[in-house]
């Protein structure tokens, strides 16, 4: 059964760095498209940062010059190298296909970004 695991969520301050590391299993990983999502307390679930499966990457405006998407195919991980984070970046980042399959929202992990 496929399932998507993030880590490396942390407390850091403004101005500081973070990678985030997505593994998968299940064997669908080569074949997709991959992103990173994140949810801030009362907002919605948003796009971070997506590639594609040959590599091609595509970030959204409040992260474009600041995150790094990049993918293993051998280690079948999908990593986010955020730098300068600011307050602002303070949510829960999730990792899934892109576009997103329901089923495969994993727990996620936690970015706190103090001021």
């Known amino acids: 059964q496929a399932q998507l695991v993030e880590s490396g969520g942390d407390l850091v301050q403004a101005g500081g760095s973070l990678r985030l590391s997505c593994s998968t299993s299940g064997g669908i990983f080569s074949r997709r498209a991959m992103a990173w999502y994140r949810q801030a307390p009362g907002n919605n679930r948003e796009l971070v940062a997506s590639?594609?499966?040959?590599?091609?990457?595509e970030y959204v405006t409040f992260v474009e010059g600041r995150a790094t998407i990049s993918r293993d195919d051998v280690k079948r991980t999908v990593d986010l190298q955020m730098n300068s984070l600011k307050p602002e970046d303070t949510a829960v980042y999730y990792c899934?296909?892109?576009?997103?399959?329901?089923?495969?929202w994993g727990q996620g992990t936690q970015v706190t970004v103090s001021s």
């Open positions: 590639i594609t499966k040959d590599g091609t990457t």
């Open positions: 899934n296909m892109y576009p997103p399959l329901n089923n495969m």
